[in-house]
């Protein structure tokens, strides 16, 4: 069972930037194919951006691509998500999440195995 913890959520401006880190428990991270999603109110949970276990390849949702980052560490058992030029939508609680060996697009919420709680961002104009 791996669990995840999110940091590094806040209050931003527009036009600001965060990075969000997503610390795992176990060495097993490496295997894992990782993601970040995010949740507004009222919404449903929605893709931001995921990574293959060795960080080869990267994916973006459309809203977010040119403006997020998602790396990783396999040695420090983290993965990151630099944000820039932040705006007032991109306001949700952001999840990080794992898969291991599942099929299914990758962006889909369903086919990641571990979830973390969330960190909050909110971008104020």
């Known amino acids: 069972q791996v669990q995840l913890v999110e940091s590094g959520g806040g209050l931003v401006q527009a036009g600001g930037s965060l990075r969000l880190s997503c610390a795992a428990s176990e060495p097993s991270f490496s295997w894992y194919t990782m993601g970040w999603f995010r949740q507004a109110p009222g919404k449903e949970r929605e893709f931001v951006a995921a990574i293959s276990w060795s960080g080869g390849s990267t994916t973006y949702a459309d809203s977010v691509k040119g403006r997020v980052t998602i790396s990783r560490v396999n040695a420090e058992n983290t993965v990151y998500l630099q944000m820039n030029s932040l705006k007032l939508e991109d306001t949700a609680v952001y999840y990080c999440?794992?898969?291991?060996?599942?099929?299914?697009?990758?962006?889909?919420?369903?086919?990641?195995?571990?979830w973390g709680q969330g960190t909050q961002v909110t971008v104020s104009s």
């Open positions: 999440a794992a898969r291991y060996l599942a099929s299914g697009t990758i962006q889909s919420r369903y086919t990641y195995n571990y």
